[in-house]
């Protein structure tokens, strides 16, 4: 059974940075496409970043610039650095493939607030 767990948020201020981290377990992230998603309170789900298995990389208009997603297969690992963070960032983050849909895990919080 495919296992997923999201670290790394917690409060920051508006400006700041935070690395998120997701260790996937029970299969390999190896050629498979990885996004990491977050959801708002009261909001549904959206999509935030992505990397295919050529490590091509994908980016929601809104985090452009200030979020960068990055994997290590090796570890069966995804990464976000987010900086320059703004309080419309605070949400809970999770990642997934896109493509295999696995179970969500609990996802990790990230406060933005000054």
């Known amino acids: 059974q495919v296992h997923i767990v999201e670290s790394g948020g917690g409060l920051v201020h508006p400006g700041g940075s935070l690395r998120l981290s997701c260790v996937v377990s029970?299969?390999?992230?190896?050629?498979?496409?990885m996004r990491w998603y977050r959801q708002a309170p009261g909001q549904s789900r959206e999509s935030v970043a992505s990397t295919t298995s050529g490590l091509a990389t994908y980016y929601v208009e809104s985090v452009k610039g200030r979020f960068t997603i990055s994997r290590d297969n090796a570890k069966n690992s995804v990464y976000l650095q987010m900086d320059n963070v703004k309080p419309e960032d605070t949400a809970t983050y999770f990642c997934?493939?896109?493509?295999?849909?696995?179970?969500w895990g609990q996802g990790t919080q990230v406060t933005v607030s000054s």
């Open positions: 997934n493939s896109p493509a295999r849909r696995w179970d």
């Open positions: 029970g299969t390999s992230i190896n050629e498979v496409p």
